[in-house]
Structure formats: structure tokens, C-alpha cells
């Protein structure tokens, strides 16, 4: 092993030195300066974007601690978009709200420091790497939902994010303790081979997955879900509800394809009965909510419920069609947030009811809103359609008919209040809507590029057959 | 190794520990005792990797240096609870669940 072997982890060597370059920026920038921290901060995210698609060498590191393939690299890629576009869109927010406040600085080098996490999590090679990736992807968005330190509704949120996230991370160590008492290795290598179905395993295996069932909002562990929601930024409830996910989702589903795959015959029907309480309980609470953002927190429990369809049928395909979900999900949900962002920032409504009228006044808006609703409903010609279609074939290829029918049904309960909210902005008039606002040049531009991926992703099909190629890495 | 102590007892006090965290999280009323239960569910973690990794697998460290970091990631995840809850009571003067509820559906 060399100097050059850690160029491995090329990702993170980089997010850190744009965390170091930040804090080096905060000590030198004067206050009345200040606000070229965010320029700053998101030309760094850009080139750390851009050099993350060069190509990189697969190994593991540190004993096998550490480890990259072609899926998870391009999946950190995928993270590091999806940063980017979120960057883009809460830049106005923070240079109009933050800056004055003089805490510009901090909020980079938490989500970045978060997305470093992420990385460690998704590349982990043993369970400590897990968790320590697990825990630094939590602690600094917890401190992110509590951002707002005059809103008492943003303390709030950070509170009980935190304390959920503590208790979701030690019950979740309790179980890998079970795990390592049962496979005597916290390797997952070591596991892989030495793991029997065992009833401390199962033990240890349910509540290891209820920790990171937290992370994904499944829906016994979902209470946090919409009241952080509510309370965080905006652009941290994105977040949340995207990369944070995203990562998560990726990593269980790692784990239950390679490691716990001799447990399948148990968590496939765990996860069976999961998946259907997760779309219904998401579906159905998402029907009577009128604040926008607890109404795409219920929304995004439901669309775990769907990834949690490609995740059952732990083969090649379920993989290709989860991370492909999830790359559209990224897109759609942001483009979502965008927009409650940029009408919250200007006029401070976040009520399904203000947005009564939009179309007249706000018509780009409203169409970029209506795209991103459409595709996470799965309407045809978006992107979403083709997610949740992937998603389903690979649940019915392995015989799960009964769990597809419901899922179809769950798109038609979604269908109704997602098209509650198009009624609102194209169909009614209102006397008192939202008046016409630009927003600035950040936040178009996160815009376009969700709509343009909106309805470029799903059509151009040689990115699924890349991701179907790439997941062969995985096994 | 303790003389006279097998694994099943320690296990047996370790699960007593957690599910007493379990408890306490789910019934107090206080943010700080609501804390205090969430540490009970970690040190039982922490005391479950260094009983299993001496007893059973006596020959690897690896249970006990994953509790090093447990006790680590605790600190700082009570700390960074304690600064938000500090933040709270500024605005509420309060540390009841009760008074956080601003949000309801």
C-alpha cells in the first residue's frame, strides 16, 4: 500500500478540503464581504461536482474498512448533484437571511461535513465505518434543523430530530452487537460468510434495520418525519428528504443484497409488510394536509413504501431499478421543495391554499411545480413514471403481484392529492394570489436544471442500461 | 472476565438496561430525562460489544474498540441535544415535552 491507494478515496479528500477552504474563507472574508462565502462555497461544490465524474480506481482501504465500487461511485455522484442543485436553490435564502446573522459559513461546513457522512456510510467495509458514517451524516443536520436559532419552531425540530436520531442509532447498535455476538466479526465480508438465520441473528437483524428504517422514514418509525419537516429550513427539509434518504436507501440496500443475503427468506417478509403500511399510512395522511411542506413529508414517506418494492426482490434488477428511482426522486422532490422555497422566501406563505391561482401570476413557476408533482405521481411522459414503472417489474418479476396491485392502488390515492395541489394553482381563481416575483439567478438556475432532468431522464434510456451495467459491481 | 459471572447474566442486565432506556424514552415528560434514557440504550451497547468481544471472542479487539467510538459519537450527540434544548428554553423558558407542540397536524 502506497501514498497513491488513498486516492481511493478521492471523494472525500476533496469534500475536505473544500470544508478546510471554507473555514480558512470564514477567518479571512470581512463581515461586510461576507456574502462571497456563498458564491464561494458553491463554485468549490461545483468543481468537487465536476471532478467526481473523472475516473477513479475500485479497491478497499484500510483492511477492507473502506471500500468503492462502480455503483457506489457513481452514486456519490449522484449525491453530489443533487447537493448542487439544493445549494443553488437555498443561495438566495442564505445571502438574504443568513448572512445578516453573520453565520453564512457554518451552514456550508455542516451540510458538507453531513455529506462526508454520507460518503464514509455508502463506502463503509465494516459495521464501525458504518456507523461512524451513519452518525456524521446525522449530527450536523440536526444542528441544521435548529438553524433558525430565532424560530421556536426551528428548535423544536432540531430537538426532536436529534433525540429521535440517538435513539434510532442505539437501538440500532444494539442489534449489530447481536450481530457480532452471532458472526464473531463486524466485517461485512466476515459476516457475509459466517451469518445463519439464528434467532439472536433475526433479533439483531430487526433492530438494526428499525435504526436505519428511521433514516428512510418507513412508517413505524416515521413520527419524526413531518414535524421536522415543518419546523427546518426549507432547504434542509430537501435534504433530508432527499440526499439524506437517498444515502440511506442505498446503503440498506447493500447491505441486504450482500451481507444479510442469507437472511433473505426473513427480511423479504418484513419488508413486504413494511412496504404496505408505508404507502398507505404516507398516502393517507398526505390526503388531509394543507401546509405544503408536511404535505411533501407525508409524500416522501410514501415514496420510500415504493423503493422499498425494488428492494424486495434483492437481485441485479431490484438494484439497477432502486437506484434509478432514486436518481429521479432526487430531481422531482427538489424541484417540489424549489418551488415552496422560492414562493416561502418571497411572501412567507407555505399553505396549500395560498397557492390558489399561481398559474396567473407565477406561470413558470407553477409548471415547474406541475412537473415535479407529475413525476412523483408517475404520470407518462415524466420521469417518475418510468422510476415507479422499473420499480414495480422488478417487484412483479419475482412474483409479488398482490404487493404490485396495492402499490397501483397507493398511485391512485397519491394521484388524488397531488392533482389537489395542480387544481389549486391552474383551476382556481383567487382574489388575493401570490403577485408576480423574479427570483434570482441561483434559484432559476436550481430550477431549470431539475426540470430539464425532470424530462430528460426518463426518455433517455442508455442511462438505465449504465446503471444496469454498473450494478453488477454490487454482487 | 469477571470470576463467577457468565455472559447470561451480564446479557441479561445489558437487555434490562436497554429496555428500561426504551421506557423512559417513550414515557418522560422532560427533554433532559428523555437524554438521560437515550445514554442508558447507548451504555448498554457499549457494555453488550465489550462483554461479547471478552467472552467470546477474546483473540480480536474489535468490540472494543467499537465501543471507544460509541462512547465518543455519545458525547458529542448529548452535547450537540443539550445546546439545542438550551436554545429552547431561551425562547420558552421550558424543558417539558408538553411545550413543544407547536406542531400538530
Same mark, same amino acid.
Given at each position: 500500500m502506497d501514498f497513491s491507494s488513498f486516492l481511493l478515496m478521492r471523494h472525500e479528500i476533496i469534500l475536505l478540503a473544500v470544508i478546510l477552504l471554507l473555514v480558512v474563507a470564514e477567518v479571512s472574508i470581512s463581515n461586510a464581504k461576507k456574502s462571497s462565502v456563498v458564491h464561494l462555497a458553491i463554485f468549490l461544490f461545483g468543481i468537487h461536482t465536476i471532478v467526481g465524474f473523472f475516473k477513479i480506481d475500485y479497491g478497499s482501504l484500510f483492511g477492507g474498512m473502506f471500500q468503492t465500487n462502480e455503483l457506489i461511485h457513481f452514486f456519490k455522484n449522484v449525491l453530489n448533484i443533487g447537493v448542487l442543485i439544493l445549494l443553488l436553490q437555498s443561495g438566495d435564502?442564505?445571502?438574504? $437571511?443568513? !448572512?445578516?446573522?453573520?453565520?453564512?459559513?457554518? =451552514?456550508?461546513?455542516?451540510?458538507?461535513?453531513?455529506?462526508?457522512?454520507?460518503?464514509?456510510?455508502?463506502?463503509?467495509?465494516?459495521?464501525?465505518?458504518?456507523?461512524?458514517? #451513519?452518525?456524521?451524516?446525522?449530527?450536523?443536520?440536526? +444542528?441544521?434543523? +435548529?438553524?433558525?436559532?430565532?424560530?421556536? /419552531?426551528?428548535?423544536?425540530?432540531?430537538? $426532536?430530530?436529534? #433525540?429521535?436520531?440517538?435513539?434510532?442509532? &442505539?437501538?440500532?447498535?444494539?442489534?449489530?452487537?447481536?450481530?457480532?455476538?452471532?458472526?464473531?466479526?463486524?466485517?461485512?465480508?466476515?459476516?457475509?460468510?459466517? !451469518?445463519?438465520?439464528? @434467532?439472536?441473528?433475526?433479533? &439483531?437483524?430487526?433492530?438494526?434495520?428499525?435504526?436505519?428504517?428511521?433514516? /428512510?422514514?418507513? *412508517?413505524?418509525?416515521?413520527?419524526?418525519?413531518?414535524? *421536522?419537516?415543518? &419546523?427546518?429550513?426549507?432547504?434542509?427539509?430537501?435534504?433530508?428528504?432527499?440526499?439524506? $434518504?437517498? +444515502?440511506? *436507501? =442505498?446503503?440498506?440496500?447493500?447491505?441486504?443484497?450482500?451481507?444479510?443475503?442469507?437472511?433473505?427468506?426473513?427480511?423479504? @417478509?418484513?419488508?413486504?409488510? *413494511?412496504?404496505?403500511?408505508?404507502?398507505?399510512?404516507? @398516502?393517507?395522511?398526505?390526503?388531509?394536509?394543507? @401546509?405544503? $411542506?408536511?404535505? #411533501?413529508?407525508?409524500?416522501? /414517506?410514501?415514496?420510500?413504501?415504493?423503493?422499498? #418494492? &425494488?428492494?424486495?426482490t434483492g437481485n441485479q434488477l431490484g438494484t439497477t431499478t432502486v437506484v434509478y428511482f432514486v436518481l429521479i426522486y432526487i430531481f422531482s422532490n427538489l424541484a417540489a421543495f424549489g418551488v415552496v422555497q422560492a414562493i416561502s422566501l418571497k411572501t412567507g406563505k407555505e399553505n396549500m391554499s395560498d397557492y390558489e391561482g399561481l398559474y396567473r401570476t407565477n406561470p413558470n413557476l407553477s409548471l415547474v411545480m406541475m412537473l415535479a408533482l407529475f413525476s412523483l405521481a408517475g404520470i407518462p411522459p415524466v420521469a417518475g413514471f418510468f422510476g415507479k414503472f422499473f420499480l414495480f417489474t422488478a417487484a412483479a418479476s419475482k412474483g409479488y403481484y398482490l404487493l404490485v396491485f396495492l402499490a397501483v392502488v397507493n398511485v391512485t390515492i397519491s394521484l388524488y392529492y397531488y392533482l389537489l395541489v395542480i387544481r389549486a394553482m391552474f383551476l382556481r381563481k383567487s382574489d388575493n394570489a401570490i403577485p408576480y416575483f423574479k427570483s434570482k439567478i441561483y434559484m432559476k438556475l436550481g430550477l431549470l436544471i431539475t426540470a430539464v432532468g425532470i424530462l430528460v431522464i426518463g426518455l433517455y434510456s442508455p442511462l438505465y442500461d449504465y446503471i444496469h451495467e454498473l450494478s453488477k459491481s454490487v454482487f | 472476565m469477571i470470576e463467577g459471572i457468565t455472559i447470561y447474566e451480564i446479557l441479561t442486565v445489558t437487555t434490562i438496561i436497554f429496555f428500561i432506556g426504551v421506557y423512559g424514552f417513550l414515557t418522560r415528560k422532560n427533554l433532559i430525562s428523555i437524554l438521560i434514557s437515550v445514554e442508558l440504550i447507548l451504555n448498554a451497547s457499549v457494555v453488550n460489544f465489550v462483554v461479547i468481544n471478552k467472552y467470546l471472542y477474546p483473540d480480536m479487539l474489535q468490540g472494543v474498540f467499537f465501543s471507544i467510538f460509541i462512547i465518543a459519537v455519545a458525547a458529542a450527540e448529548t452535547a450537540l441535544a443539550i445546546s439545542i434544548i438550551i436554545n429552547l428554553y431561551r425562547q420558552i423558558s421550558s424543558v417539558e415535552v408538553e411545550d413543544t407542540e407547536m406542531m400538530k397536524h
Open positions: 435564502w442564505l445571502e438574504e $437571511k443568513i !448572512i445578516q446573522q453573520q453565520r453564512g459559513t457554518e =451552514f456550508f461546513i455542516l451540510l458538507f461535513s453531513s455529506l462526508l457522512g454520507m460518503y464514509f456510510m455508502i463506502s463503509a467495509g465494516d459495521f464501525l465505518m458504518f456507523y461512524l458514517g #451513519l452518525e456524521l451524516s446525522t449530527l450536523p443536520v440536526a +444542528a441544521l434543523a +435548529a438553524f433558525e436559532v430565532t424560530k421556536r /419552531i426551528s428548535s423544536e425540530s432540531g430537538i $426532536k430530530l436529534i #433525540l429521535s436520531a440517538a435513539l434510532a442509532s &442505539g437501538v440500532s447498535l444494539f442489534g449489530i452487537s447481536m450481530l457480532y455476538a452471532t458472526t464473531g466479526s463486524i466485517y461485512f465480508a466476515e459476516i457475509s460468510e459466517a !451469518i445463519t438465520a439464528s @434467532n439472536l441473528t433475526i433479533l &439483531g437483524f430487526v433492530l438494526f434495520f428499525a435504526g436505519l428504517g428511521f433514516k /428512510i422514514s418507513l *412508517v413505524p418509525f416515521h413520527f419524526w418525519t413531518a414535524d *421536522v419537516y415543518e &419546523g427546518a429550513p426549507i432547504s434542509i427539509a430537501s435534504y433530508l428528504s432527499v440526499i439524506s $434518504k437517498g +444515502a440511506a *436507501v =442505498f446503503i440498506l440496500m447493500i447491505l441486504l443484497f450482500t451481507v444479510l443475503k442469507p437472511l433473505m427468506h426473513i427480511w423479504e @417478509n418484513i419488508l413486504y409488510g *413494511v412496504a404496505i403500511i408505508t404507502m398507505f399510512i404516507g @398516502n393517507l395522511f398526505a390526503l388531509r394536509q394543507q @401546509n405544503m $411542506k408536511r404535505f #411533501l413529508a407525508f409524500s416522501s /414517506i410514501a415514496q420510500a413504501g415504493f423503493i422499498l #418494492l &425494488g428492494l424486495i | -
